[in-house]
Structures are given as structure tokens and as C-alpha cells.
């Protein structure tokens, strides 16, 4: 049981965790009582939205705090959190598989904000946890303000003490991964590039399935597959979203490597964190190619393979439309998709659309291998076994100039030919 104190006012002080310090909870519950807006933006990974105040609701109270008084603003909330107080607790319960005791939520809610905004602020302090409870529940607001220091105080004094909150709120939290990508240091990294269709993100899968740990998938990250359709079947999410599912993702651990899809510096709409773009830029490059016909078979799969995407396609298709060359753009894109040609529109994206676009951008790039992507699974052992080949040379390289034992390395046993070392500095 975490420890509580009494503050200057006699109330016992809540119970906070520090941002940085969300490992120490490993078997927590994070519930976000920000509006849904602010939720969808971004929140904490593994996050439960709780809402305290609607958007609507949240627009009003904010509307009155800066255009009448804070007084005014209090009363409101105040309102507003009476109605909503017993669906808030039971949603709690149902997260934390807590029992609520028999109380009247609404008459403990006024009796709590009785004594006006000035009050309720002066007594409900927040001290560092000299110990996490078991399977916490860590409640965040905008920045550790009222929201979520209330809310837990009026569940602490229901007898829930594993309600704690999360010094500074998301505030905090965001800070601290905008910290993390900006003193970002990346083990050796390993670019997985090649045409549109090829396969690149479901090599890199496979990649993941036999060395968990190796990879980081920004497409997923991103919700967007960084094209013009690249948002079809997918849900793009926000600049804060996507830091925030990397910096979990890198704060889960990475191996000895990094292998990532080859991107653009952005990502749809997202934007690479520049230590990450650096490390992208500068990686070990693979070539992965396959057959038209199966590049072909990627894009159906991804585009037009349910018919919400086949709607989504014909949407977005008229964009592309315009940016096709004059000997192509006499062919009615969606025309073809409505008459069921999948074949060959995808064909036509594919020759007079994706392939022009990446050997632009393709340009003077430097791969250190060929990669045959038409069966991924084996094109992922290749890529792993070249991979750990050079990494022992690297390390048997190192072991000669300093003396030391070489680490151990797992293999993968593959048909690639023995790769050439790594620069001594990384890639």
C-alpha cells in the first residue's frame, strides 16, 4: 500500500508517480479523464479514456474560466461532474474489477466541492508514492490539475487506494518522450527498401517473428503506408501519437540491431523524429524485388480487399488521377476499380505511378544486397542470416583490435553469401 501523509490542511496528501517512472509500474491500469479529443490526440500507450468532462463540456468550463472567473468555471464543473459521477466510478470499476460500496456518489461529490475552487485546490496535494500499490490504476489529466486529483481523492475516499496519479499529467509524460527521441542512440540499423508492391513491410514481420525485438514498424506507428493511398485500410494518427508509439516501442528495448522499412521523411503526415531519420539515412540498405504479379497480388491485398478499402480506394484514386502521366491519364482509374479490372489498375499504378516516383527518389542509393522479397518468410532468413554475419565480423574485428572474448550471436542458418563487415562506427 503506497504511503499517505497528511498535507498542510489535514487532508492526506494523494499518492503520484513521476512520468519517468511508469516502469515501476509495470502492472498498471492508465486511465486518461481528458476529453475524448484530447484522448484521440494522443495519450499514454495502453490508455482508457474515462472522460470527466465531454468536449463540449470541457469547451464551456474552459469558455467560463477565461471569460467570467474561475468561480464561474468551478460551479459548472461542478454540475456537470455531479451528473456524470456515477457512470466515471462505474467505468473505473469495470477497468480495476472493484466492487463500488454503497454510497451516494453525487451527494459526496457536492459535499467535496463545497468550499469553492480555492479549497478544494489548497487541499488535495499530491506526494511522491514511497510505494506503488498492487495493480495500480494511474489517473492522468491535462497536467496533474483538479481533474485527476480530484477524482482520485473521491475514489481513495471510497476505499479504493490503488487510485494514484501521474505527477504533471500527460503534460509530463509528453515532455518526457519528446526528451527520449531527442537524445535518441540507435544500435547498428538496417534499411529494408525496394519497389512498391514488393513487400517490405511483410518481410519486415517476418523479420520480427524471428528475431523479436529487431525491428521497429513505422508504418504502423503511423497508421499510413507513406503514399498517396497509404491511409486506405489503416486509421493515420497524429505527429504526438506516432512519437509516442515509437517511444514505446524503444522503450520496450531494442537488440543489437534495428531494422526498419525505408521511408520518406514522413510518414503520411508524420514526421520522423530527425535522430531517427539521421539513423534511417545512414543505415545498411537492402534491395528486396519480386515479380510484377506478386507485387501486384500486394497491392490488392492491401488496397481492395474488403469492401470498405475498395470505397476508400475509389475515393482517394481521383487524387492520383492528376499526377499520372499523359500517356497514362486517359485511363479512368476509378472507372477501372468500378468495372472490378483490380488487375490491371493495380498494374497501371504500379508502372506509370509508384515505379517512376522511387527510382527518383532512388537515386544514388547504395544497397549492400539483393533480396529476392517473392517469399517472405525465406527472405527474412536471408536478411537475418546477413545480418548476424556481419555483425560477427564486426565483433571478431573489434576482439582483434582490443583483445576481448567476441559476444555471443545466434544464427540463422540461410543461402546468403558471407556479408561484408560493418564500418567499426556503425552504419
Not at 490503488?162 to 519528446?178: C, E, H, M, S
Not at 527518389?361 to 546477413?386: F, K
Amino acid at each position: 500500500m503506497s504511503a499517505v501523509l497528511p498535507s498542510s490542511s489535514g487532508a492526506p496528501t494523494l499518492p503520484s508517480i513521476q512520468a519517468d517512472e511508469l516502469s515501476r509500474a509495470r502492472d498498471a491500469l492508465f486511465v486518461d479523464l481528458r476529453s475524448p479529443s484530447e484522448f484521440a490526440e494522443d495519450h499514454v500507450p495502453g490508455a482508457h479514456c474515462r472522460p470527466l468532462f465531454d468536449d463540449v463540456q470541457r469547451a464551456l468550463v474552459g469558455t467560463l474560466y477565461r471569460q467570467v472567473s474561475p468561480g464561474a468555471a468551478f460551479e459548472e464543473a461542478r454540475h456537470i461532474v455531479r451528473g456524470r459521477i456515477v457512470e466515471l466510478v462505474r467505468g473505473v470499476a469495470e477497468l480495476a474489477a472493484w466492487s463500488i460500496p454503497a454510497a451516494d456518489l453525487e451527494a459526496r461529490v457536492l459535499a467535496m466541492a463545497s468550499g469553492g475552487i480555492e479549497r478544494l485546490s489548497n487541499e488535495l496535494v499530491c506526494a511522491p508514492a514511497e510505494s506503488i500499490p498492487e495493480r495500480p490504476i494511474v489517473f492522468n489529466c491535462w497536467r496533474g490539475g483538479l481533474r485527476s486529483r480530484s477524482v482520485v481523492a473521491f475514489l481513495r475516499a471510497l476505499g479504493f487506494e490503488r487510485a494514484i496519479v501521474l505527477a504533471g499529467g500527460y503534460k509530463a509524460y509528453r515532455a518526457g518522450v519528446v526528451a527520449g527521441l531527442e537524445s535518441l542512440e540507435l544500435p547498428p540499423v538496417f534499411v529494408l527498401r525496394g519497389l512498391t508492391g514488393v513487400g517490405k513491410t511483410i518481410v519486415l514481420r517476418e523479420i520480427e517473428s524471428l528475431r523479436p525485438g529487431w525491428t521497429l514498424d513505422l508504418e504502423a506507428c503511423a497508421g499510413h503506408r507513406s503514399s498517396l493511398l497509404g491511409m486506405v485500410g489503416l486509421a493515420p494518427v497524429s505527429q504526438k501519437r506516432f512519437e509516442s508509439r515509437i517511444a514505446a516501442r524503444l522503450r520496450a528495448g531494442l537488440k543489437n540491431v534495428l531494422v526498419l522499412e525505408g521511408e520518406s521523411r514522413k510518414v503520411g503526415d508524420a514526421t520522423l523524429p530527425p535522430r531517427l531519420w539521421r539513423a534511417l539515412s545512414g543505415g545498411t540498405n537492402f534491395e528486396l524485388a519480386a515479380p510484377i504479379e506478386r507485387r501486384i497480388e500486394v497491392l490488392k491485398e492491401d488496397y481492395a480487399s474488403s469492401p470498405a478499402r475498395f470505397r476508400e480506394l475509389a475515393e482517394r484514386l481521383p487524387a492520383v488521377q492528376v499526377r499520372m502521366p499523359r500517356r497514362s491519364s486517359a485511363v479512368n482509374l476509378v472507372a477501372l476499380l468500378e468495372r472490378g479490372e483490380v488487375y490491371a489498375l493495380a498494374r497501371l499504378l504500379l508502372t506509370d505511378y509508384y515505379d517512376p516516383l522511387y527510382k527518383q527518389s532512388d537515386a544514388g542509393q547504395v544497397y549492400a544486397a539483393p533480396i529476392d522479397a517473392s517469399a517472405p518468410a525465406l527472405a527474412a532468413r536471408e536478411i537475418v542470416h546477413w545480418i548476424e554475419e556481419a555483425l560477427v565480423e564486426r565483433h571478431a574485428r573489434r576482439d582483434t583490435e582490443d583483445g576481448s572474448q567476441p559476444a555471443a550471436v545466434t544464427r540463422v542458418t540461410g543461402s546468403a553469401a558471407r556479408a561484408p563487415g560493418l564500418p567499426s562506427s556503425g552504419p
